[in-house]
T-cell receptor, first 112, second 118 residues
Framework: DGGITQSPKYLFRKEGQNVTLSCEQN?????MYWYRQDPGQGLRLIYY???????QKGDIAEGYSVSREKKESFPLTVTSAQKNPTAFYLC???????????FGQGTRLTVV | AQSVTQLDSQVPVFEEAPVELRCNYSSSVSVYLFWYVQYPNQGLQLLLKYLSGSTLVKGINGFEAEFNKSQTSFHLRKPSVHISDTAEYFC????????????????FGTGTLLAVQP
């Protein structure tokens, strides 16, 4: 079955550490996205990528970085510069404009 | 700029009762509209979408929504809810700015928790 796989499901980070969240899709979608979800705030766009080797900042990109070396993969790194990283992170992809976004199951990141 | 407003953060309802979850958006151009459902600790699943055509859109699990351009609304309805409908529901609008290609930047509302009680 086609879909989006995020790993790990739960992740714990110590203060000052960088961590990388994985996102893989086998839907053959060109566009991929990372959203952050906090209680009562809906989903906010961190980064998105239209094609391989290209990505754009979203609304809350500070403290995050991404890469898009393969069409199937769009990993997100939460750097130590992100002051409040505890949140639920969702990866998504779309086939084209007007099509719905397909979401992964999410990664819950907690700073300890 | 695009924005989406979901006025109700939580909607309690008894099982088998009808429900309406409200969504209003702001936009000066034509938009695509979506409703998603999220169960605890899971990703989002598409309920339905409006791209063009008939203003009444039917989705999965018995949900439907009506696009009202004059009121800039896209309210979600279900005539009879079940316990299993308890979840958070998000309304989203696509950003019409031409990012090009396959990009479909979505602007989400803050969500409405539908709490179905027996």
């Amino acid at each position: 079955d086609g879909g989006i796989t995020q790993s790990p499901k739960y992740l714990f980070r110590k203060e000052g550490q960088n961590v990388t969240l994985s996102c893989e899709q086998n839907l053959n979608h060109d566009a991929m996205y990372w959203y952050r979800q906090d209680p009562g705030q809906g989903l906010r766009l961190i980064y998105y990528s239209q094609i391989v080797n290209d990505f754009q900042k979203g609304d809350i990109a500070e403290g995050y970085s991404v890469s898009r070396e393969k069409k199937e993969s769009f990993p997100l790194t939460v750097t130590s510069a992100q002051k409040n990283p505890t949140a639920f992170y969702l990866c998504a992809s779309t086939l084209n404009r007007g099509s719905e976004a397909f979401f992964g199951q999410g990664t819950r990141l907690t700073v300890v | 700029a695009q924005s989406v407003t979901q006025l109700d953060s939580q909607v309690p309802v008894f099982e088998e009762a009808p429900v309406e979850l409200r969504c209003n958006y702001s936009s000066s151009v034509s938009v695509y509209l979506f409703w998603y459902v999220q169960y605890p600790n899971q990703g989002l699943q598409l309920l339905l979408k409006y791209l063009s055509g008939s203003t009444l859109v039917k989705g999965i699990n018995g949900f439907e929504a009506e696009f009202n351009k004059s009121q800039t609304s896209f309210h979600l309805r279900k005539p009879s809810v079940h316990i299993s409908d308890t979840a958070e529901y998000f309304c989203a609008v696509s950003d019409p700015i031409p990012y090009g290609g396959a990009t479909n930047k979505l602007i989400f509302g803050t969500g409405t928790l539908l709490a179905v009680q027996p």
